[in-house]
């Protein structure tokens, strides 16, 4: 039972390259979330899913765009990527209806942006 | 709008040198507060959810209480595998998101 897996683990781009990060749960899980981390900004809320075909935005969606084609698989993507962009990104999942028994995260994407 | 606060953002204990971390929040309609522990380069790893005033729950060497404006993580003679960065959250009642504090990032020296 692998729960939230997530690639790249790292990744360097230029400015103005695009890149697609993939998240992929086996938990069945219906809720999926893209956040981002930076130092002294906590955990920023980027997108978010409750179920396959359906995304919303969160606190800090600008530039990034999300698909989820597959209840497994979450893709976060960068069209052109900035300085800006440059964070630990981490992947999240939830069932319904334990709502409240925790978030499962994955172990994260740490990019930089040149 | 909703926040979450959490204080201090550094603490350093000797082995054993109890202590406790508060999270402040200012929530309309709150559904669950979460404690989360993250070990550098890792994710977040679950510890609790609380859901209502004058709750607790423990685990190991970790204790979690919330009150209607706080909850508070007391760790209880710690040893220096408790380090890590303790992350406080929040969902609200109508809300299918975790709003995030900035963390408590805990060092414990034997």
């Known amino acids: 039972n692998a729960g939230v897996t997530q690639t790249p683990k790292f990744r360097v781009l230029k400015t103005g390259q695009s890149m697609t990060l993939l998240c992929a749960q086996d938990m069945n899980h219906e809720y999926m979330y893209w956040y981002r981390q930076d130092p002294g900004m906590g955990l920023r809320l980027i997108h978010y899913?409750?179920?396959?075909?359906?995304?919303a935005k969160g606190e800090v969606p600008d530039g990034y765009n999300v698909s989820r084609l597959k209840k497994q698989n979450f893709l976060l993507g960068l069209e052109s990527a900035a300085p800006s962009q440059t964070s630990v990104y981490f992947c999240?999942?939830?069932?319904?209806?334990?709502?409240?028994?925790?978030?499962?995260f994955g172990s994260g994407t740490r990019l930089t942006v040149v | 709008e909703d926040q979450v606060t959490q204080s201090p953002e550094a603490l350093r204990l000797q082995e054993g040198e109890s202590s406790s971390l508060n999270c402040s929040y200012t929530?309309?309609?709150?559904?669950?507060l979460f404690w989360y522990r993250q070990d550098p380069g890792k994710g977040p790893e679950f510890l609790f959810t609380l859901y209502s005033a004058g709750e607790e729950k423990e685990k190991e060497r970790l204790k979690a209480t919330l009150t209607k404006k706080e909850s508070f993580l007391h760790i209880t003679a710690p040893k220096p595998e408790d380090s890590a960065t303790y992350l406080c959250a929040v969902t609200k009642a109508a809300g299918n998101k975790l709003t995030f504090g900035g963390g408590t990032r805990v060092l414990v020296k034997p």
């Open positions: 999240a999942s939830r069932e319904i209806v334990r709502a409240n028994y925790g978030y499962t």
């Open positions: 929530v309309s309609g709150l559904r669950g």
């Open positions: 899913s409750v179920g396959e075909g359906t995304t």
